[in-house]
């Protein structure tokens, strides 16, 4: 997820979305969930295998997150849901990494790459991976999640803002693999240079904190990044609607409005406006998603180079 603050430095912004800071809540112990399966993963990435000890260590490192950033989803232990591996075109990122030489696996807006250390678990090579988000400190809080260090984790983290063309310029789609040869990972501080060159791309809960027009913006900078290979693949999830339009949600005290795609616009925005039209196969699926009474629309997407 993506935040910044604003140029008065009064509000804290999430995308397009700004609140006032004394409107943020303190974070609540009792939004503490995690299900067998995150624990098993977490245990093993951790090697912590008591149940008390491993909630304290997460909780240690949520409260370091939400003073960089007070996220949502920080405060609801979103960032511990392995939100790639819920998607359907998860089995196509993981046939990438196991079957494709060289690909890269980018996760845009990955808060402390928690979806780039489970599909590394799952055989994606780590040192083809690489987690990007806004605030530098996640990078460092990712390493403290996992216990790991740069030394012994491989993966990459490029900070930065997704809409600054110093990081993510806007080119066409690829349609011939670069000649180039390819930067060293490692070094890199933008991901310009690795324009046409990246085989899958996974941004969830990201682009419904952004305007139409920006959506729109950031779809034709990841497009930019895809490799031209079939098979190539953009996914994620997201807030929809059955039909498109503004969804105004009741968020630290105040209210909040977010513009959201419905399947069909979605569709007709990458195949056709983002891509020429046929180039690429796009697959949506639209659940209505009901967390303890609260219900809400949530697009699962993916975008295959044909």
């Not at 845009?108 to 590394?120: E, F, L, N, P, S």
């Not at 983290?157 to 809409?163: K, M, N, Q, V």
């Not at 419905?262 to 659940?287: A, R, Y």
Request: hydrophobic share 40%; charged share 20%.
């Amino acid at each position: 997820m993506l935040a910044t603050r604003s140029n008065t430095q009064s509000n804290i912004s999430f995308g397009d979305i700004s609140v006032n800071p004394d409107n943020v809540p303190t974070l609540q112990e009792q939004y503490y969930k995690i299900t067998p399966e995150q624990a098993e993963f977490f245990k093993q990435q951790t090697g912590i295998t008591d149940n008390e000890e491993l909630k304290r260590h997460i909780l240690a490192v949520q409260t370091e997150a939400y003073k960089v950033a007070p996220y949502p989803c920080i405060m609801g232990f979103v960032f511990l849901s392995l939100l790639l591996t819920r998607l359907p075109a998860c089995k196509d990122v993981m046939k990438i990494g196991h079957t494709r030489k060289g690909a890269i696996l980018l996760d845009i807006g990955c808060c402390v790459g928690t979806d780039i250390r489970k599909a590394v678990a799952d055989g994606f090579p780590a040192e083809r991976t690489i987690g990007s988000d806004i605030h530098p400190e996640f990078g460092e809080l990712g390493h403290k999640l996992f216990r790991t260090t740069p030394e012994t984790f491989a993966g990459h983290f490029i900070p930065g803002d997704a809409l600054d063309s110093t990081l993510l310029s806007v080119v066409e789609p690829f349609t011939v693999v670069p000649d180039s040869l390819e930067p060293e990972l490692k070094t890199l501080t933008s991901l310009n240079p690795l324009h046409g060159r990246i085989s899958a791309i996974h941004a969830s809960n990201f682009f419904h904190l952004f305007s139409e027009s920006k959506q729109l913006h950031l779809a034709r900078a990841l497009a930019g990044l895809l490799s031209p290979v079939p098979g190539s693949i953009i996914c994620g999830g997201n807030w929809g609607l059955p039909e498109k339009g503004t969804m105004v949600e009741r968020l630290f005290n105040g209210s909040l409005e977010l513009f959201c795609h419905s399947p069909q616009t979605w569709t007709e925005m990458w195949d056709g406006v983002v891509f020429p039209k046929g180039c690429v196969e796009v697959d949506t699926l639209l659940i209505e998603v009901d967390m303890e009474g609260y219900k809400f629309w949530y697009m699962l997407w993916s975008v295959k180079r044909l």
